[in-house]
């Protein structure tokens, strides 16, 4: 079993910055894949970004793409989402999700076995 807790949400103004932490506990595997997800009121939960534990290529949503940073740190077995620039429409409650690395589906929320609690994010405008 895989056991994530999520950090760091809050309100901020928009143009500001917040920086989520995931932390993981349990049987991690380094082939697994940590992502996270948003899902704002009414909508469907949707992909934000994804690493793998291993480390290598780093995938974004289009609609944070530049704005986003996604990382870990391995020793504390926390992945972390930086989020620069936020805009009104990037609140939601935000999820980490983890399972095996699907290159081909990394961005559906059906290749995630593991979820957070979530945490929310509020930007005002």
């Known amino acids: 079993q895989v056991q994530l807790v999520e950090s760091g949400g809050g309100l901020v103004q928009a143009g500001g910055s917040l920086r989520l932490s995931c932390a993981a506990s349990g049987r991690t595997f380094s082939t697994y894949a940590m992502a996270w997800f948003r899902q704002a009121p009414g909508k469907e939960r949707e992909f934000v970004a994804v690493?793998?534990?291993?480390?290598?290529?780093?995938y974004y949503a289009d609609s944070v793409k530049g704005r986003f940073t996604i990382s870990r740190d391995s020793a504390k077995n926390t992945v972390y989402l930086h989020m620069d620039s936020l805009k009104p429409e990037d609140t939601a409650v935000y999820y980490c999700?983890?399972?095996?690395?699907?290159?081909?589906?990394?961005?559906?929320?059906?290749?995630?076995?593991?979820w957070g609690q979530g945490t929310q994010v509020t930007v005002s405008s």
């Open positions: 690493m793998r534990w291993s480390g290598g290529s780093t």
């Open positions: 999700a983890t399972g095996p690395w699907a290159s081909g589906s990394y961005y559906r929320k059906y290749s995630y076995a593991y």
